[in-house]
Structure formats: C-alpha cells, structure tokens
T-cell receptor, first 112, second 113 residues
Framework: KAGVTQTPRYLIKTRGQQVTLSCSPI?????VSWYQQTPGQGLQFLFE???????NKGNFPGRFSGRQFSNSRSEMNVSTLELGDSALYLC???????????FGPGTRLTVL | AQSVTQLGSHVSVSEGALVLLRCNYS??????LFWYVQYPNQGLQLLLK??????LVKGINGFEAEFKKSETSFHLTKPSAHMSDAAEYFC???????????FGSGTKLNVKP
C-alpha cells in the first residue's frame, strides 16, 4: 500500500504570497491531520479533517486554512505568507480518528 | 492543556550501549502516548504507542517504553544502540482524540562507533 504523499516536497515563496499544499492519504484512510514543524516551536497541530469535516483546530491564525475532498485528499492553504511561516508541514492520515496516524514526508516551505 | 517534556535535546551513546530517552507528560485524564522517530528530511515513523493496555509497550526496531502513571512518564529504551538508531525522537500525547497530538520538543540521538 502506498504511504501518505505530499506535494510539492519543497516550495519557495515570498512574503505576502499565498500557498497551497496537498496531501494524499493512504488508500482507505478518511482522517487527515496537518502539523507545522519549526526549529523554534517544534511540532504543532494545525487541524484535522474527517469525512470532509474539520473536527479539530490548533492555535493558528485564520491565515491557515484547510479542506478535505470526498476522496479524502486534503489541502492546506496559507495566505499572506510571513517569514515565520517557513517550516516543514507534515500531513498524517489514519483510517479512523482513533487509529494510528501515518505521516507523510512533509513539504518544506521557505518564505523569503 | 496537554504538555510533553522531553529531557535532553541531545543524547549521545556508544554503539551497543543502552538508549534511554525521557518523556514526561501532563494530563488530567488518562492519556494516549506515542513515540515517533524522524530521520533527516523525512516524516515521522511510529515506534510504539500506549493505549491503556499493558504498561510496558514494545515497539519496532527493539524499542520499548514503560508507562508510569505515578511519575507521569513514558521513557523510551533500547538495550543496545545501533548506528542506524541515530535520528530525532519525539514523544507525543493525545487525550480522547488520537488525531490531535501534542509533541515534545524532540531528542536527537547520536550513536558513536
């Protein structure tokens, strides 16, 4: 079974731009979570989707948003990029909200 | 709110030596606890998880962890370190929702030949 895939793997943007990251979960998985990883703040929970509904949200500004499609693929969007948004964004999927999460390789976003 | 403390941002051991990575959590309810490993430029891989069954949890690659409620700890151990164990290790906790994790700050394990 293929693992969680994230595209693109690397991205460079400038301040003020917006960006969309994509996550394709493991086949059959309906829950997708997003995390931000930075050297200063570590790993922080962004949000989680299950069956196209956002069930949980972390403590991030409204510039961070996401959605999930009927095929369970998920996207996250960051608008008005700031330098501090430079991070590795990790996506994880599970078959249900109480099952083990499997992480993708991440998208490394650099904001210049 | 949940919090996870990993003592020691860097741990160095010799190949063949015991590995001990410390994790303490704060939780007002029985938690679900996890250890993940991250190799450079990769995502997180689950090593093991505690879900209120046995307090001693065995994971992959010879790792195990013991849940001690009285000490609010979930330390990760491996009897004999291998060079391939060099990576960053994260402890995570979740309450009633598996998919909202609170991660520790991570411990980088260095294994010396």
């Amino acid at each position: 079974k293929a693992g969680v895939t994230q595209t693109p793997r690397y991205l460079i943007k400038t301040r003020g731009q917006q960006v969309t990251l994509s996550c394709s979960p493991i086949s059959g998985h309906r829950s997708v979570s997003w995390y931000q990883q930075t050297p200063g703040q570590g790993l922080q929970f962004l949000f989680e989707y299950f069956s196209e509904t956002q069930r949980n949200k972390g403590n991030f500004p409204g510039r961070f948003s996401g959605r999930q499609f009927s095929n369970s693929r998920s996207e996250m969007n960051v608008s008005t990029l700031e330098l501090g948004d430079s991070a590795l964004y990790l996506c994880a999927s599970s078959s249900s909200p109480t099952d083990t999460q499997y992480f993708g390789p991440g998208t490394r976003l650099t904001v210049l | 709110a949940q919090s996870v403390t990993q003592l020691g941002s860097h741990v160095s051991v010799s190949e063949g030596a015991l590995v001990l990575l410390r994790c303490n959590y704060s939780s007002s309810v029985p938690p679900y606890l996890f250890w993940y490993v991250q190799y450079p430029n990769q995502g997180l891989q689950l090593l093991l998880k505690y879900t209120s069954a046995a307090t001693l949890v065995k994971g992959i690659n010879g790792f195990e962890a013991e849940f001690k409620k009285s000490e609010t700890s979930f330390h990760l151990t491996k009897p004999s370190a291998h060079m391939s164990d060099a990576a960053e290790y994260f402890c995570a906790v979740s309450e009633d929702n598996f998919n909202k994790f609170y991660f520790g700050s991570g411990t980088k394990l260095n294994v010396k030949p």
